[in-house]
């Protein structure tokens, strides 16, 4: 199954503000059938994205597993994440930004938060109206700033202006308990369900299939096949996308070394992960850094 994508260079064209590199985000209330997705049928997120629920309700997957949406309530997902909404109500709106790691990769969370294993663990919740409000406001300034098309930092303002409303995100999982979701899932799924809680939890650690595929009692090569099989994607493309997306936030956020980071990163020495890091993103860790 190779599912369909969203990336930013789809929303950027159903903009019409021009849109500042790797961040989009809605100047009104959107409703789903304004954007040309077919979220009926899965499809992989390639970036991030905030979408506060104003309207509506709707029952979604979010990496397999099943969440029910009302308003007041956020939605966060990650680069590689798979969406699918299984029912809707037709007043569903929303307001979102969407925007890639790149574009926040410099923003210091990596050293006092593990974002992504908190965001993997809970990419949805629902907020009490003034929790809500204040992230509504949040959103209507960063618009007002976006949309300021001539503005000479109009790129640095938007920028900070994201990087305080993700701090705001991160501090509500602080607030809120983790509740249960139910879940039905296909075999396949639940094994592609355990092999991304996996990952967040091992990917600094770990690359290689063999160790996942141990992880969960089953043999590499099932593992790979079950892994293509039910996200379009081989089971080392996904490790290789986070451990990059760890890496790039490492070499942005903190002031370690390369070295570092590969010890950090549980590579042999700093030389193979200059070589893992190049192949997969065309540039050597330092290129990356002085970006």
């Known amino acids: 199954m190779n599912y369909a994508k969203i990336t930013l260079d789809d929303l950027m064209r159903q903009s019409s503000t021009m849109g500042i590199k790797n961040f989009v985000i809605s100047e009104e209330i959107a409703k789903i059938n304004d954007y040309h ?23 979604v997957k979010i990496n397999l597993r099943e969440y029910y949406i009302g308003a007041n309530s956020i939605i966060i997902v990650l680069p ?45 919740f629902k907020l009490n109206e003034d929790k809500i409000e204040n ?15 001539n503005h000479l930092y109009r790129e640095k303002i938007a920028k900070n202006l994201l990087y305080t409303l993700i701090y705001e995100v991160l501090h509500l ?13 296909t075999r396949n799924e639940k094994h592609l369900h355990e092999f991304i ?3 967040y939890k091992y990917h600094k650690q770990e690359r290689s299939i063999a160790f996942y595929a141990n992880k969960m009692f089953i043999t590499p090569k099932y593992l790979s096949y079950v892994i293509r099989e039910t996200s379009g994607k081989n089971a080392q493309q996904w490790i290789d996308e986070m451990v990059i997306m ?12 390369v070295s570092q980071i590969s010890e950090e990163m549980n590579f042999a020495n700093p030389s193979f992960f200059g070589s893992y890091f190049r192949k997969r993103t065309g540039m050597t860790p330092v290129q990356y850094r002085e970006s």
């Open 197 to 199: 809680e996996l990952l």
């Open 80 to 124: 590689n994440y798979i969406l699918e909404i299984l029912e809707r109500s037709d007043d569903l709106s929303i307001k979102f930004l969407f925007f890639s790691f790149d574009f926040i990769s410099d923003l210091k969370l990596i050293g006092g938060i593990d974002f992504v294993e908190k965001i993997g663990q809970r990419p949805y």
């Open 135 to 149: 992230l509504l406001e949040f959103h209507a300034f960063i618009v007002k700033q976006y949309k300021k098309e």
């Open 246 to 257: 760890v890496a790039k936030a490492l070499l942005k956020s903190s002031n370690m070394t």
């Open 173 to 185: 999982y602080h607030d809120e308990s983790i509740g249960d979701n139910d879940e039905t899932l």
């Open 37 to 59: 997705f077919d979220l009926r049928y899965p499809h992989i997120i390639e970036g991030i994205a905030f979408a506060i629920c104003v309207k509506g309700t709707a029952r």
